[in-house]
């Protein structure tokens, strides 16, 4: 075996090394996402060197045993080549993990079939060395895998090259310019290709394929230094929209998805591969809801709910068309911005805004209170003391105003106690003390504390227990609520009037209701009742009032797990009710910020 190193063989290896550097070079400063370009130039330099190397030789044998090399490089540079592509223009959503080991699976097909040639003959089925003019080529009878092969490797370069010519068509401005580039260097040795392949003229048995690689690399190489190829797509795109907080989905006019990022995916926790090119509906998304967003023809931003991981979510979507300068595109780009923090905060932000307001209402009514109901009777008390010790009230006088004071005195001794009772649960938060409760032994407790002013009004009472259950709630709390509206009920009765007090079953509740039949609440009071407002009016016998007690019964009544309520008609009566728990709970801790 004789090697003859000619001017076309050299030139062929030199090409090889230095198409390997660049191989290198890409493999080693740009991203991941041009590396597949340089993978298929090492493929390529593969092919050089093995043609470099082949045309030396003049013994068939050696030569078929270098194509077995060639071929390695031969079958990859298409896989590599289409693999760029869908990176280039944008659609390596299409390329998952499965889809990109699929692409190998023909490759390596070829790849066994030269390599068993001598077996089978179904690549080549014969080969003969041919000489001209001191080089030597391999000239063959192509067999069907040999037809097989070739018509992948044209479709999938056809194929590239249509996705090359479709975004040549759709991009202005540098992006045109990069596609061309990548274009031209990709039909120089196509067309080459296809010489060698229809034999025709001097490349019967000379592959001038390596050779028109070159052209290609040159062409390569000026769009890298002149346009910056590479440097914008897919290396920016990847960067950029891979590295979004936000989710990303693109869609064409079909409705179908082309488009996705990362964050999308995690978003409805699907993979890429499983939704790009399904239809939107595949997605899961509400139809009556979605509808606005995909056909309005203006940019649109909305909130919705998604449900992640089984939690909702709020997000904010924009909607619009996709353009590139003045031209518009059958497709839409939806962003989704993760807002539930916001909303979350915001609406923290309103309900301390609210407590806030009605601590503030809380605060002015406790002052006026104070100010008023228990500054001015502990005034009045202090300059009687004082014209008594003084001498200017006779004894007679003294004892006619005993009384008043008396009841002065036990005015301001029930509203001390409803304040402190409030101020102690509010600033401590004290703990609920559930237990057993028998309402009708509170009640006529109750009855028998306020005897004295029921006798003095001569009110009827009556008591009807239509429930066998006991409540379980906090003893103090309870007790107080109920004292509070007995005493409510006797003020604003007159003589004669009828409280009636009912404690009836509700299911997993005992209701409580405490019905007068004295001068009601006219209806633009009721609302204030339960309230920070400011409210208090005159018993029927000038019994004074501030309001506070109903406040913190409500208070109270929540915090056993239960509900207040009124109803009333001006001159015709009041009924309040309240529910407690007639089964046994967990106890909880009462907050101090649960005052309407």
């Known amino acids: 075996m004789e090697f003859t190193l000619s001017a076309y063989s050299l030139s062929l290896l030199i090409f090889a090394v230095l198409i390997l550097l660049f191989a290198v070079f890409l493999f ?10 340089g993978a298929m130039m090492v493929a390529v330099s593969i092919w050089a060197a093995s043609d470099g190397i082949m045309v030396g030789m003049d013994q068939l044998e050696t030569m078929l045993f270098v194509v077995n090399f060639e071929y390695v490089g031969i079958a990859l540079v298409p896989v590599f080549w289409l693999l760029f592509v869908l990176k280039f223009v944008g659609k390596e959503a299409w390329l998952n993990r499965k889809q990109i080991a699929c692409q ?5 097909l070829s790849i066994i079939m030269v390599w068993t040639n001598g077996l089978h003959h179904l690549h080549y089925q014969k080969a003969v060395v041919k000489e001209m003019d001191g080089l030597y080529g391999l000239l063959t009878s192509k067999g ?3 037809i097989i092969h070739t018509s992948y490797f044209y479709l999938a370069i056809g194929f590239g090259v249509y996705l090359l010519v479709k975004r040549l068509l759709s991009t202005e401005g540098v992006y045109k310019k990069q596609t061309f580039i990548i274009l031209l260097g990709t039909l120089v040795p196509w067309i080459a290709n296809i010489l060698v392949v229809f034999q025709v003229g001097p490349f019967n048995g000379i592959d001038p394929t390596p050779h028109a690689f070159m052209i290609t690399c040159m062409i390569v190489f000026f769009g890298f230094f002149e346009l910056g190829l590479f440097d914008v797509k897919p290396i920016a795109r990847n960067l950029v929209v891979d590295s979004m907080k936000n989710g990303m989905l693109v869609i064409d006019d079909a409705l179908r998805v082309v488009d996705v990022n990362p964050c999308f995916t995690k978003l409805i926790n699907k993979s890429t591969g499983a939704i790009t090119g399904k239809h939107v509906d595949d997605l899961g998304f509400d139809k009556s809801e979605w509808g606005e967003l995909l056909q309005s023809q203006d940019e649109i931003i909305r909130e919705k709910v998604i449900t992640v991981n089984g939690s909702p979510r709020y997000f ?4 619009k068309f996709l353009k590139e300068g003045n031209k518009r595109y059958q497709g839409r780009l939806l962003l989704f911005r993760d807002i539930t923090q916001y909303i979350q905060d915001q609406r923290v932000l309103e309900h301390q805004a609210r407590e806030l307001t009605e601590l503030n209402a809380t605060k002015d009514r406790l002052l006026s209170i104070i100010s008023h109901d228990l500054r001015n009777p502990l005034n009045s008390l202090t300059q009687f003391l004082d014209m008594v010790e003084s001498g200017w009230i006779t004894e007679e006088e003294f004892k006619e105003m005993l009384p008043a004071f008396a009841k002065n005195l036990k005015h301001v001794s029930g509203f001390m106690e409803n304040l402190l009772e409030w101020a102690y649960t509010q600033i401590k938060g004290e703990a609920i003390k559930v237990e057993a409760i028998d309402i009708e032994g509170e009640i006529e407790e109750i009855i028998s504390l306020y005897k004295g002013n029921i006798d003095e009004k001569s009110v009827r009472i009556i008591v009807s227990n239509e429930c066998s259950n006991q409540a379980y709630g906090d003893l103090n709390m309870i007790r107080l609520v109920l004292r509070n509206l007995i005493s409510n009920a006797i003020k604003f009765c007159d003589r004669a009037d009828e409280i009636r007090l009912a404690v009836i079953s509700r299911g997993e509740f005992i209701e409580v209701s405490v019905e007068d ?31 506070l007690g109903l406040m913190l019964s409500k208070d109270f009544v929540e915090k056993n797990g239960g509900k207040i309520w009124v109803e009333s008609e001006l001159g015709i009566g009041t009924k309040f009710c309240f529910t407690i728990p007639s089964v046994l709970k967990e106890p909880q801790i009462a907050s101090s910020k649960s005052l309407p």
């Open 517 to 547: 039949t004295g001068i009601g609440i006219d209806q633009q009071n009721i609302e204030k009742i339960f309230s920070s407002t400011p409210f208090t009016t005159i018993g029927t016998h000038n019994e004074k009032g501030t309001g």
């Open 104 to 108: 190998f699976i023909f490759p390596l």
């Open 316 to 319: 904010e979507i924009s909607s």
């Open 144 to 146: 069907p895998w040999y």
């Open 28 to 37: 080693a400063r740009l991203s991941k996402d041009v590396r597949w370009f």
